[in-house]
């Protein structure tokens, strides 16, 4: 008999309170030994003025109990509002957010009977960590951060997620064919990681072809493990193509503290109509009762819930052939209840069990790291912004030993002998290095041509007095003597 866990709430937004409710009624029917603190978080919480949508009081409930069940939240378009749900997976460490998807043909319409995948997204890193910035009237940037201990993290759990429910594969999508450092780092550590599980088959897809190869051969896929972007739209994908984005749950993992919610978010479309299928969170909340260490209660529900599919009980989304009754939230909810106890005639209930992953990553050992240029972006249109102009007021800025090398305009090289053709904005990266630099295969190995952060500032005082107006700057660095930033296209 499992021991009675305290866990907290938010009904959500939108459809949020009424699928909440359902699977509420359908936790307490099952008896699950669960006590419910309620917590307010999302749009009013917003609305009043607390732009992380989360009160201080919401926060401590959360940690005391270490374990929450969330409807989906609206977030306000505009007005500084940062996405309540990406704040909770990074404030709280949940590293890493698990997916299922499994098809429930030929109950629910899908043309990929076979299809059962799991993606495992990273879920603190890549472009979400939503630092944006306006740099010239016509650029605007969202800075990709990506780190070792991040990818070590997810892709170690995505093996032993494998390992321990008897998947037999582990995919990886990234494309480093173009963003070599940040998708090129998950790749490598995925490999190397791979070798230590030789009893998974390990594959790795570049994202796009990876992704139409979902949408057409699902059924190929076992344990998927990708990049946060990535993973976002590559679940939303393998839950419409088993029937239906009201189907799927997911899972926010941590060290201490975990959320369960349904993929989808809080459908204002449909919101207040009774007609949202509530199975996706009640999937999130089966995954729940699992991480509790309380997996009887989630077959239980899991069973009821295929019953009452089969059955030919469906919400409006689900409508096939097959549909016997098309009913309502709550209906549907009640037929779940009903069924608590019955088990499903053809389709198959996995036995749930529950399993504790402990990830643990070690720091890595420090990199020899040497400063040997520095990337100068300008906001920049004098002159027709054409590059001769710049290339040659850029030659005659002396720092030291610091000298132009190359100038691009959205990565491409526009100076020295660069194209006519090529789009110029006002947004240009002038790339400068040390000149010893500029000799042999122009790649800097040596140390000794390191260059002094006080050379930088001293280039930076020289453009000023030039007149032109610097944006920000990259250091240009090796590690371990290998360069360590990406050439320009051209370069
Ligand atoms: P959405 O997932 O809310 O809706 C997409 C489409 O799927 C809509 O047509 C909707 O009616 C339908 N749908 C979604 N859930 C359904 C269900 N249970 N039953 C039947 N149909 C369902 O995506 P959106 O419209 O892009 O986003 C709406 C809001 O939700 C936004 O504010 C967004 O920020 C938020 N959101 C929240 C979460 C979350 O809380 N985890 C996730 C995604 C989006």
Known sequence: MSE??????????????????????????????????????????????????IPESAWVNMAQNGVFLKGPITTPQGGGYKSLNVTIRKTMGLFANVRPVKSLSPFVATSFPKMDIVVIRENEEDLYAGIEHQQTTEVVQCLKLVSRPGCEKIIRYAFEYARAYGRKKVTCMTKDNIMKQTDGMFHAIFDKMSKEYPEIEADHYIIDIGSARIANRPEQFDVIV????????????????????????????????????????????????????????????CMMLV?????????????????????G??????????????VG?????????????????????????SHKITISVKPPSKLVKSLIGVDVFLDWTDCDRDPEVLGKLLES?????????????????????GR???FRTDHWRCRFVAKEAREGNGEVTHPDNQIRYSTI??????????????????????????????LAQGE
Do not use: W
């Open 226 to 285: 990708t990049l946060n972007l990535y993973g976002d739209i590559i679940s939303d994908i393998t839950a419409e193509i088993a029937g239906s984005v009201g189907m799927g749950g997911s899972a926010n993992v941590g060290t201490d503290f975990a959320m369960f919610e349904a993929i989808h978010g809080s459908a204002p479309d449909i919101a207040g109509k009774n007609i949202a299928n509530p199975s996706g969170m009640l999937h999130g909340a």
């Open 313 to 326: 009980i469906h919400t409006g989304d689900l409508k096939s052939e097959l549909t016997k009754k098309v």
């Open 457 to 486: 500032v001293k280039l930076l005082g020289q453009l000023e007095k030039t007149g032109l107006n610097f944006i920000k700057i990259e250091n240009l660095y090796n590690f371990n003597g290998k360069r360590c930033y990406s």
């Open 397 to 417: 800025v002396e720092a030291d030993n610091l000298r132009l090398k190359v100038i691009t305009n959205r990565g491409v090289k526009v100076y020295p002998h």
């Open 329 to 353: 939230t709550k209906e549907f909810g009640k037929a779940v209840v009903e069924r608590l106890g019955k088990s499903p005639e053809k389709l198959k209930v996995t036995k749930p069990t």
């Open 4 to 53: 009675t866990r305290r866990i907290t709430v938010a009904k959500g937004d939108g459809i949020g309170p009424e699928i909440t409710s359902v699977v509420l009624d359908v936790l307490k029917a099952s008896g699950a030994p669960l006590e419910y603190d309620f917590i307010r978080v999302g749009k009013d919480v917003y609305l009043e003025g607390i732009k992380s949508g």
């Open 420 to 422: 006519l053709e090529t």
């Open 291 to 311: 991480h509790l260490n309380m997996p009887e209660y989630a077959e239980k529900i899991q069973k009821a819930l295929y019953r009452t599919i089969e059955d």
